[in-house]
């Protein structure tokens, strides 16, 4: 006992020193702690944000820098953007950036927003990948190069990011409203800036803004996911404790916008065939108590079904669709209302309508039954993120942006207090026409005005906050494939055939996922059925024979779940999304839905109405349109058969088809259990009670027609190269399709997942990507992938490739496919690539399996296609033990020169051709 005694005095004696050595060595302290978030700060002012979550296998390193668009001076538009690019550039110490977020198989990306910019990286849970991101993030917070040789092929990526913004009618009216509203706040102005100032932004002014901004005692670092605090404190301490804060302080000095003193109109004339409407107040920051009684007020209004403007609008069929937006920033915001209205419908009376029930709250003030209903919505919402720790890490520097992490909680709790009367007064005081902006001056003796002050007091609000009981950490779960498969329990219910795979785990939050598919039918009986198969499965959730729609939506909100639908060609698929405690609940509701559907006439009318006024949006847009026609050009099916690729006006005319009647019908055929059907659930559940419930509640629900799969057997793809133009559009679409005969049964699999990784894939680290948006600078968004058929029968497999761009740089883009697509086949891969390429596989697949949704439907698909976890391990084996020349042979063997694929360009091309310019280059 004494020996035992001395042990732990020399533990606890190790232990004091440890704490005391990084106290002082990191120069750290605990400041805060709310709901399992707990916060830090360095020495140097660098705020610390570390969320464990041990369920989730994965970390996200999320750093948020207190700069966004609001900051930009005169000839600056854009700047913090475009620096958000820069930043991707590389370091001394990381040169080549995307070629290591590739490598450790990370999920990464940035962004940037009115008072903020964010970069993260989402990657498997190792100590090694932990301490990258982290001296990645330190480094370039103080050592980018923002180089002028990378600004000038990365700011015609902007240029292009910026053109593909200027191709949709709904985000430049957006932006000219928004514009309109403010005279002078950077709130007014867009965060991807002014065409001109991008393009010619000194370099000088860049490094000057970059080096304002990027210092430790502006940022935020949030660490969530599997990780130990202690190692992680000190690594922290580390990597960014040793960053000095310069000399000279960051001010902050706020523009107040004025009070508007009149109602504003504006009007956008475009090419396009949905007509847009929209109306805009001005609102308190997100930190104001009457931001959450207007995030009330708006779900009230545009709430799907129960909203008074989707009631009036869609219900009333003057809209068909309704939308609505408040962005939660740090100085006074603006809430933002918009209807699409298709073009056989009638824009001013749908404007009579939007601004009638607006200016009306003042007589019909917002019921509690609304209160209750919006508050439970929004409530869910916010549980629902607060239970996943990967998106909550990026989610908080919206609020680490408005002034503090611990907004999200505290207007959480406002909601949740918020009463009718309060949120009645915020409308009253918000929702009058002066304060709104929709166009046009109108003369008045007696003018209101509202004066929007800045929120006061915000470090006593957040001080002392001490927020509610967390959800814990959950499980360490090892994602190993042969610990999921170890774990997964398998078999085939007794009473009736549904094949189930259960892997119970003890997730943050007590979450669970479900997804529930039965199969039936073949080719001949699906024939002729059109949009029937989607139609019905987008119909289940609006009523059944006991339940309204808003009954559904209240039951949803009131168990905080999610549960939607999927149909296509006889196989519905039910996903359920909730916790432990719903979970019974949550499946009666689904059961209702599968069950007893009610199809509504005016419910289907709505979805209708919707999808043909998508369509009528995207008849214009060149992606949509380039995409289709790839697709018709390799049309393999007559019309009528269940694969067939509809044209727009076949797809119209088969939307008009849909009836009540008809999905009835097809309900009456295809519902039910026959042969093939699947049941996956994921996380803290009862095996024997789910068992026990498909066998009670689903043995009778049968199905007298057994599956059998549609062939989709491998023909080779339509050689052609074809333009659509679409005028008006500043943004242009390429794609290029190759088609061969494959399985992922096949020995060759392994190499083409590679390949495909190296020739389109990786982190802005691909031979597509390096040549068109690196190099030349004439895409921002370009890359291609291997899709290879998980059916070892079809063999339906393909290459595809894309680019964004602009219409006058199509040329170049083309003899940039051309070229990179010969020298893949010429020179094959190097050494290098093949060692990135396949640790960002394997990193990517224990990411992917980290996430229970993504492991959901890796199951199921096991089960349908009867492999098992070690199928995969198997692959990974084969993807690890590759060779150059393993991958080299499986390129020459699949791929084909460019002349050989279908290729489809759609933008706003002058009057030459592409195939003429292409053979000037040549």
């Known amino acids: 006992m004494k020996k035992i005694n001395q042990k732990m005095k020399l533990f606890m004696l190790f232990t004091m020193l440890l704490v005391t050595s990084l106290a002082s060595e990191a120069q750290i302290k ?45 000839g600056e538009k854009g700047m913090a953007h475009l620096l958000e690019h820069m930043v991707f550039k590389g370091t001394p ?95 007014g102005k867009s965060t991807i800036g002014n065409r001109s100032d991008i393009e010619r932004v000194p370099i000088e002014n860049l490094q000057a803004f970059y080096k304002k901004y990027y210092r430790p005692d502006n940022a935020v670092l949030m660490v969530t996911g599997k990780f130990e605090t202690d190692k992680t404190l000190a690594l922290i301490a580390k990597k960014f404790g040793n960053i000095k804060k310069p000399e000279a302080p960051l001010r902050d000095i706020p523009t107040v916008e004025p009070a508007q003193d009149g109602e504003k109109r504006v009007t956008l004339s475009r090419v396009g065939e949905l007509q847009i409407l929209s109306a805009l107040y001005h609102i308190p920051a997100g930190s104001h ?62 404007e009579a309508v939007l601004l009638s029930i607006l200016d009306g709250l003042k007589d019909h003030p917002i019921t509690e039954e609304e209160l209750n209903r919006a508050k439970a919505n929004l409530l869910k919402q916010i549980d629902q993120i607060s239970r996943n720790s990967d998106y909550l890490g990026t989610y908080m520097s919206e ?60 470090d006593a609000l957040v001080s002392n906050y001490k927020g509610k009981e967390g959800y814990g950490t959950g499980e360490a779960f090892d994602v190993s494939y042969e610990n999921i498969q170890n774990r997964l329990n398998s078999g085939v219910l007794s009473k009736t055939p549904i094949e189930y795979g259960f892997i119970k785990k003890d997730n943050r939050g007590k979450t669970v996922t479900l997804s529930f598919t039965f199969r039936n039918g073949n080719v001949d009986q699906l024939m002729n059925k059109g949009k029937l198969a989607g139609y019905t499965a987008s119909m289940l959730n609006k009523g059944t024979k006991t339940k309204s729609r808003q009954d559904i939506d209240d039951a949803l909100s009131a168990l905080k779940s999610s549960i939607s639908f999927r149909g296509s060609n006889g196989k519905v698929t039910a996903y359920i999304s909730t916790t432990e405690d719903n979970l019974m609940a949550s499946l009666d509701l689904m059961a209702d839905m599968l069950k007893n559907p009610k199809f509504d006439e005016a419910e289907l009318e709505k979805l209708k109405t919707q999808e043909l006024a998508s369509i009528e949006q995207n008849k214009t847009e060149p992606q949509y349109l380039a995409s289709k026609k790839l697709r018709e050009l390799n049309q393999n099916y007559k019309k009528g058969h269940p694969l067939y690729n509809m044209a727009i006006e076949e797809e119209m005319e088969a939307i008009k088809a849909v009836t009540v009647k008809s999905i009835q019908g ?68 390429g794609l290029g399709l190759l088609s061969f005969e494959g399985s992922q049964t096949d020995a060759d699999f392994a190499a083409l997942q590679i390949a495909g990784e ?37 063999k339906n497999s393909s290459i595809l490739v894309y680019a964004i ?30 060692k990135v390429a396949v640790t960002s596989w394997v990193q990517g697949e ?17 089960l349908y296609y009867d492999r098992d976890m070690m199928f995969h391990k198997a692959i990974e084996d084969k993807v690890t033990g590759l060779t150059v020349d393993d991958v080299n042979k499986a390129i020459k063997k699949y791929f084909k020169t460019f002349d050989n694929w279908t290729v489809v360009n759609a933008g706003d091309f002058q009057d030459y051709e592409i195939k003429n310019d292409e053979k000037k280059m040549d």
């Open 666 to 733: 097809y309900y009456n055929e295809f519902y039910g259990i026959s042969n093939n059907a699947s049941l996956v659930v994921i996380g803290n559940f009862d095996e024997k009670s789910i068992k026990d419930y498909f066998e009670t509640n689903f043995s009778s629900f049968k199905n007298n027609k057994p599956y059998t799969q549609i062939a989709d057997t491998f023909k080779p793809n339509k050689v052609a190269n074809e333009k659509i133009k679409t005028p008006d559009k500043k943004n242009a679409m």
């Open 93 to 187: 110490n990381h040169p080549d950036i995307p070629n290591e977020l590739t490598a450790h198989g990370a999920r990464p990306n940035g962004s940037t927003y009115y008072d903020r910019t964010n970069y993260y990286e989402t990657f498997n849970a190792t100590d090694g990948n932990l301490d990258w991101a982290l001296d990645l993030e330190a480094d370039r917070m103080m050592n980018s190069y923002i180089a002028k040789k990378d600004l000038e092929s990365e700011f015609s990526v902007v240029r292009n990011e910026f053109e593909m913004g200027e191709n949709s009618p709904s985000r430049i009216l957006m932006q000219k409203v928004i514009s309109s509203a403010y005279l002078w706040h950077n709130y």
């Open 758 to 794: 190296i020739f389109g894939g990786g982190v802005l680290k691909s031979r597509i990507t390096t040549r068109l948006r690196q190099n030349d600078g004439i895409s921002y968004g370009a890359g291609g992938y291997v899709n290879v058929d998980e059916n070892d029968k079809d």
């Open 399 to 458: 609020f680490i942006g408005a002034g503090d992490w611990r907004l999200m909680y505290i207007n959480r709790d406002r909601i949740e207090t918020m009463t009718v009367d309060k949120v009645n007064e915020a409308v009253q005081r918000y929702f009058i026409n002066t304060n709104r902006t929709v166009g046009n001056f109108i003369p008045t003796k007696t003018p209101i005005r509202v004066e929007i002050e800045h929120t006061e007091g915000l």
């Open 846 to 862: 224990n990411v992917s399996r980290a996430k229970d949704n993504e492991l959901s439907s890796t199951i199921n698909n096991n």
């Open 805 to 834: 761009y602009a219409p006058e740089n199509a040329a170049k883009v083309q003899q940039g496919f051309k070229e990179e697509i010969e020298r893949f086949i010429k020179d094959g891969i190097t050494e290098e690539e093949l």
């Open 30 to 74: 605990q400041t805060a702690s709310v709901e399992g978030i707990t916060e830090y700060v360095l020495d140097n002012g660098m705020k610390v944000l570390l969320f464990p979550d041990n369920s989730s296998q994965t970390i996200t390193v999320n750093i948020t820098y207190l700069v966004g668009s609001r900051h930009e001076g005169y």
């Open 289 to 350: 108590e009457d931001y959450a009684a207007l995030a009330i007020a708006e779900e009230v209004l545009t709430d799907q079904p129960s909203g008074r403007l989707y009631k009036a609008l869609v219900d009333g069929k003057k809209a068909s669709s309704v939308s609505s937006y408040s962005p939660f920033t740090k100085e006074p915001s603006f809430l933002y209302i918009s209807a699409n209205v298709p073009s056989d419908k009638s824009l001013p009376e749908a």
